[in-house]
């Protein structure tokens, strides 16, 4: 049984460009959330996903966008991307009493 | 409202000794504590989790220990082997089913010496 598949697995951009991040959630989970780990801290939430919604959001600004396909996997995009923006992107998935199950992660560095 | 504090930040503990991390939260209305413990290069996995509604919770070696009057809770690791040697990191959300979203401590590093 799969567990949550991220890709790529590590990412170098300049800053200004854009990138999009790619996750297939565990097998019979439906809902997708997506975490920002910089170095050294905890994760922070970003948003998540529902029946191809976005429920909730946190603290990150509109340069930060998702989609959740039918399938139920998802995409993190990142616009205008910044230095700051350099951490590892986790996305977690979840089926009602089911709690999250992360993924490995994708390691973005913005040069 | 919103933090979740951890201390300490990094932990040294000989082989077979007892590891004790703890959280303070601020927010009342969080009703899900777990504990997720994390390699490098990995994402988080869950360890053992807690509702307010039990003081405490024990798994294994792992025990989760809750004081909701006094907005805390801890991990202890009985008998700590080096394979513990990880980052730990406590989290609470405020959920109905699985739809809180996880608000993290900052993390503590874990080196159990053989």
């Known amino acids: 049984d799969a567990g949550v598949t991220q890709s790529p697995t590590h990412l170098i951009k300049t800053r200004g460009q854009q990138v999009t991040l790619r996750c297939s959630p565990k097998s019979g989970h439906d809902t997708v959330s997506w975490y920002q780990q910089a170095l050294g801290q905890g994760p922070q939430f970003i948003f998540q996903y529902y029946e191809e919604e976005e429920r909730q959001r946190g603290n990150f600004p509109d340069r930060f966008s998702g989609h959740q396909f039918p399938n139920y996997s998802s995409e993190l995009n990142v616009n205008a991307l910044l230095l700051g923006d350099s951490a590892l992107y986790l996305c977690?998935?979840?089926?009602?009493?089911?709690?999250?199950?992360f993924g490995s992660g994708t390691r973005l560095t913005v040069v | 409202q919103q933090q979740v504090k951890q201390s300490p930040q990094s932990l040294i503990v000989q082989k077979g000794g007892i590891s004790i991390i703890n959280c303070a939260y601020e927010?009342?209305?969080?009703?899900?504590f777990p504990w997720y413990q994390q390699f490098p290069g990995k994402g988080p996995a869950l360890l053992i989790a807690?509702?307010?509604?039990?003081s405490e919770k024990k798994e294994g070696r792992f025990t989760i220990s809750f004081n909701k009057s006094a907005k805390q809770f801890s991990l202890h690791i009985m008998d700590s082997q080096p394979g513990d040697s990880a980052t730990y990191f406590c989290?609470?959300?405020?959920?109905?089913?699985?739809?809180?979203?996880?608000?993290f401590g900052q993390g503590t590093t874990l080196q159990v010496k053989p």
């Open positions: 989290a609470a959300s405020r959920s109905s089913g699985n739809t809180g979203k996880l608000i």
């Open positions: 977690a998935s979840s089926y009602r009493t089911a709690r999250e199950t």
């Open positions: 807690i509702r307010p509604d039990v």
């Open positions: 927010n009342t209305a969080f009703d899900y």
